[in-house]
Structure formats: C-alpha cells, structure tokens
C-alpha cells in the first residue's frame, strides 16, 4: 500500500462509526479497503503524472471513458507535447 492509499484508508477508518440522525451506523471494513484493481489504477496514474505532469493527466482523466488507462495515457502524451510545442 502505497502512502496516499494508506492516508485514504485512514481516513475512512477515522470515520468508521456515522452518525446519521442520531443511529450510529457502523460500516463493515471490507467495504472501506480499495480492490486490488483500483490500487493498481491509483499507482499507474501516479506513474502517468510523474511523466507527463498533474494538469495533463488530470484533463485527460475527464476526457476518457473511466479507468481507460490506454486513452488517458494518449492523451496526457498529446497534451504534454502540445504544451512543449507552443511553449517552445
């Protein structure tokens, strides 16, 4: 588990017991642990924004289609050239 994944665990473990109108709910632990999927998605994102940098992984997540690593990588690449382009 990475760090931002263990502060998110956290996190949710804090907030383990709800209150909602009064009841204490209490929220079963396996519901609040990211799948194996989503760990490895969260660690290739990371990846991406060390490449390529956080603006452009960030507009390419809202671009595509969701956890579309494929597309998401191609297109922090365009943006990422782009930027060097008209920079240049």
Known sequence: ????TQQLTDM???MM????????????RV???LTKT?????NRVQELENSYGRWQVRRAES??????LE???RE??????LLRARYA
Request: glycine share 2%; proline share 7%.
């Open 71 to 73: 597309c998401i990588e």
């Open 31 to 33: 519901m609040c642990q």
């Open 17 to 28: 017991p709800l209150f909602i109108f009064g009841l204490t709910l209490q929220v079963p």
């Open 76 to 81: 922090a690449s365009r943006l990422a050239a």
């Open 12 to 14: 949710v473990n804090a």
């Open 1 to 4: 588990m990475n760090y931002q």
């Open 38 to 42: 989503e760990i490895k998605y969260i």
């Open 63 to 68: 671009v595509c289609p969701k956890h579309d």
